[in-house]
């Protein structure tokens, strides 16, 4: 299922980064809610719910990829 598939990558993605990343996983069912709620309550609910996360995050986008191990302490050409 999809969120299994998620909790997955979320897990893997732990792995990668080691035990000091602050990664953090916010639970929010988007399609339950808007069955439920309707779309303009669930995006309240939504912005509710991150009210209190964004302040204290930092927070940013992009791609992870993995790259080979080297062995010298110079940074690599990448």
């Given at each position: 299922m999809?969120?299994?598939?998620?909790?997955?990558?979320?897990?893997?993605?732990?792995?990668?980064?080691?035990?000091?990343?602050?990664?953090q996983i916010i639970n929010f069912d988007w399609h339950g809610m808007?069955?439920?709620?309707?779309?303009?309550?669930t995006v309240r609910c939504l912005w509710e719910h991150l009210q209190g996360l964004l302040p204290r995050s930092d927070l940013s986008s992009g791609t992870m990829e993995?790259?080979?191990?080297?062995?010298?302490?110079?940074?690599?050409?990448?």
């Open positions: 999809l969120s299994e598939a998620f909790h997955e990558g979320a897990r893997h993605t732990r792995r990668q980064l080691g035990s000091g990343a602050p990664l808007m069955k439920d709620l309707k779309e303009k309550e993995p790259v080979a191990q080297h062995s010298s302490a110079e940074p690599s050409d990448r």
